[in-house]
């Protein structure tokens, strides 16, 4: 048994652009100034209320659901309307396909929904690869071990068969509370110093060098 499991937005697929958009928005629609656009990229991968927590402490639990609802609505709308731009970073695809056909089991962790991903996954036509999809609607966010925890019974993987890649220090702290080994990705949110001190084995600067520390983490 060898499992990748795989954060997705900053690691799979790009989003930043709409993620940014829909928190701008939804600050508005509550009335509220809108978090500046570098801190929004910093708390992708967290759940959606913790996303909103970080980015405003001081909101009232009422201003944090506001905020979160008019996230969800906008973001909602913007793929309904065919406006949504989240690519598949350059190389993913191929990469998921030789890891399959090579043996893997592959599964994902993220702070999406469960609508979100099931999108996500479908519009890039990779759904099928996966044996687990763990999103923020059923788990705490992460770091929380949670939802890495349920990706490894649903594969019937133990820890120490299990890699988690991702590209933020929650990816990181998760998988190091889970007693899996963290493997990072520099092209996503978080600086690749961050990463390593929150636990990442190693960081890969490109989708090739991510496959060779596969194989190096799990032979």
Known sequence: MRLAVFDCDGTLVDGQADVCWAMDRAFARAGLAAPDTAAVRRIVGLSLPAAVRALSPDLS???NRAVTEFYRSSFRARREEGLLDEPLYDGIAELLAGLRDAGW???VATGKSDRGLAACLATHGIADLFVSLQTADRHP???HPA???AALF???AQPHEAVMIGDTS?????ARSAGVRGLGVAWGYHAPAELIASGAVSVAESVAAL???LEEALP
Not at 170 to 174: E, K, N, P, V, W
């Open 141 to 143: 966010s992460k770091p």
């Open 170 to 174: 929650f990816d990181m702290l998760m």
């Open 147 to 149: 939802m890495l925890e």
């Open 211 to 213: 496959e060779r520390a």
């Open 105 to 107: 089991s592959l599964a």
């Open 61 to 63: 639990d009422e201003q």
């Open 154 to 156: 649903e594969a019937g």
